[in-house]
DNA sequence: CATGTAATGAAAATGAATTTCAAAAGCAGA
DNA sequence: TCTGCTTTTGAAATTCATTTTCATTACATG
């Protein structure tokens, strides 16, 4: 599967003109090991971590790039940071987020998804993509 | 309507022991007469326009406040700016975002709300609130 | 391997939002 | 109404995430 997402990106980077580098393949390697829903800083301080030296603006640009290419996805939450998940084709989730301690939780629901695009198909919208998150307090934070 | 407003921000704040000023009774005021959906930036424009000086600091300060005092509700969509809408006693919306031309089109939907929550329950959840949007092209930019 | 172009990284810039702090204004109580 | 205490204000500085700049480095192709 990592595999696959490595090739591709690879196809991406070749369709668009795009040149391999050291840098590119670094942080795919990372982003691609890491559990969802990382932060750029946290990807970036990983990467760092591990002694090989890449800059800031290079993380942001490189996700910026695998999100072009489809391989993560940009989710914004209420806390001033852009995370970035993986794409797994075909499945689309939305979050349950626990205000008390910040976990993530995935989910999917086909009803709601048809609701939703029935609702933008009767304002005559076409709809493109769509984002949704429930907040509440999780099991263990409410005490 | 706009009056039952007043009262209840100055309700809010004698309870809070907040001294009434002639900025906040501008910012409300210009607030409350503006349509939806308006960021900090817009409405210090409009202020200022209206040859009321007063300074951004104090319109972010005064949203947050009308927002502690239920009148008014934080929107963050995907360009970066913090908008205000007006809270409607008991009502809900959500809202559908032409990616275009950026219209905001906001609309309601029971049986989603009523997924929503149990979806939530479902995880052990206790939804508090949510955030749904729906972005897509509007009937004007379809060309 | 030389040459043109893309990519990188450090630092500067940006832009929204927040904080600082001195000055101004509200609010008691005398 | 005056006095004194405290909150509020506003301009400027600060913060923080993100983007841009630009000189340098490194691909890749002839």
Do not use: P, W
């Not at 490189?62 to 999100?67: C, E, I, V």
């Not at 976990?103 to 086909?110: G, Q, R, S, T, V």
């Amino acid at each position: 599967m990592i595999q696959e997402k490595k090739k591709a990106f690879n196809n991406f980077a070749v369709a668009k003109g795009l040149r391999s580098t050291r840098q590119r393949d670094i942080i795919l390697d990372t982003f691609l090991s890491t559990n969802q829903h990382i932060s750029v800083e946290e990807l970036y301080l990983k990467i760092k971590s591990g002694n090989q030296g890449i800059g800031q603006a290079t993380v942001y640009r490189t996700l910026k790039l695998f999100t072009e290419a489809g391989l993560a996805r940009e989710i914004l939450l209420n806390d001033g940071q852009t995370r970035y998940e993986h794409v797994i084709a075909g499945e689309h989730h939305d979050h349950l987020v626990c205000t008390g301690c910040n976990a993530i939780i995935e989910f999917e629901d086909e009803t709601i998804e048809k609701l939703q695009k029935d609702i933008a198909a009767r304002q005559g919208f076409h709809m493109r993509s769509h984002k949704l998150e429930i907040y509440g307090l999780c099991i263990k934070c409410r005490h």
